[in-house]
Each structure stands twice: as C-alpha cells, then as structure tokens.
Nanobody
C-alpha cells in the first residue's frame, strides 16, 4: 500500500508544474484524494482535495491557480499548478485515508524562484 508522488522541481514565478500521485495496493475509485504542502517552519496544510464523486475543494491561497483531477483507471491524482508564486515553495504530499488513518506519499519538492 503506497502513494508515489512525482513532478516537483524548480520553476520561475508565473510558471507551471504538474504533480502526479499514483496509488498502489488499494482500491482507488471510491477514495477521496488530497494534496498537502509543508513549507519550512510551517505546518502542513491542505492544498486541494477531490472526492470519489469528483467534487473538489481548494485552499483560498491556490484557488483559481491550481486544479486537482483524478483518473480512476490509472489510480492517479494530478495537481496542475499554474501562475506559481514564491510562496508556493514547499514539499507537496499526496494523501488519502487508509484504514481510518492518514496515508502519505513521500513528498516532492516544489521551488518557485522570484
């Protein structure tokens, strides 16, 4: 059972990045998925969430710039990040609930230069 995230990197302000997270060892179709991030010295925060019925929620800080989507056939959740800002710099984590506990991916670094 694991979540494997990829797609982070270094980008200039105003640029775009696409994060992907592949789930394995679990059913995916009925499972809500989310992306969190943690910047240095700050608490981990929810960025975006997508439910099994494709309903989405976003933090106010990314609304209108980020889009979360899912593909049940490939067990993948994607975070498309546009108009990136330096304050988006953080480690991004894929998340779901498994056996009533948080399951986290390994994290992928996103760095936005000004």
């Amino acid at each position: 059972v694991q979540l494997q995230a990829s797609g982070g990197g270094l980008v200039e302000a105003g640029g775009s990045l696409r994060l992907s997270c592949v789930a394995s060892g679990m059913s995916f179709r009925g499972r809500a998925m989310a992306w969190y991030r943690q910047a240095p010295g700050k608490q981990r925060e929810l960025v975006a969430r997508i439910g099994s019925g494709y309903v989405t929620n976003y933090s106010d800080s990314v609304k209108g710039r980020f889009t979360i989507s899912r593909d049940n056939a490939s067990k993948t959740v994607v975070l498309q990040m546009n108009s990136l800002k330096p304050e988006d710099t953080a480690i991004y984590y894929c998340n779901t609930q498994y056996n009533w506990e948080d399951l986290w991916g390994q994290g992928t670094q996103v760095t936005v230069s000004s």
